[in-house]
């Protein structure tokens, strides 16, 4: 199924493990580096920044609007409650289930 990529690559985090701002420094490195790497190219993320209450918002605006239409998938897995809510394997399955 071909997709319009708007993304260069969807960052997916729980919003606690980024208090501090170390997604962000993360992400924000991996843009720069890639910068020096390709002579000044800048990347284009999608990071959501609203805190995920439930599954329909989830796919609705998350998946529909950020995943589907990013290249690749950057994901940071941590013990956080709202990472084992949600679930690595809620993603999965939904890319599974688009694209299969």
Same mark, same amino acid.
């Given at each position: 199924? +071909?997709?319009? /990529? #708007?993304?260069d690559? *969807?960052? $997916?985090?729980a $919003?606690?493990?980024?208090? #501090? @701002?170390?997604v962000d %420094?993360?992400?924000?490195?991996?843009?720069?580096?890639? %910068?020096? *790497? !390709? @002579? @000044?190219?800048? &990347?284009? +993320?999608? /990071?959501?920044? =609203?805190? /995920?209450?439930? &599954?329909?918002?989830w796919h609705?605006?998350?998946?529909?609007? @950020? &995943?589907?239409? $990013?290249?690749?998938?950057?994901? *940071?897995?941590?013990?956080?409650? %709202?990472?084992?809510?949600?679930?690595? !394997? !809620?993603?999965?399955?939904?890319? /599974? =289930? !688009?694209y $299969?």
């Amino acid at each position: 199924m +071909p997709r319009d /990529i #708007e993304y260069d690559f *969807f960052v $997916s985090y729980a $919003s606690a493990d980024n208090r #501090e @701002g170390w997604v962000d %420094a993360v992400v924000n490195e991996v843009m720069a580096e890639h %910068a020096r *790497f !390709t @002579g @000044g190219r800048e &990347l284009k +993320p999608f /990071i959501d920044r =609203q805190c /995920i209450d439930n &599954l329909s918002h989830w796919h609705a605006e998350i998946f529909n609007k @950020g &995943l589907a239409r $990013s290249r690749f998938f950057l994901a *940071f897995l941590s013990p956080c409650p %709202a990472n084992s809510r949600l679930g690595f !394997t !809620t993603v999965v399955a939904s890319l /599974i =289930q !688009t694209y $299969s």
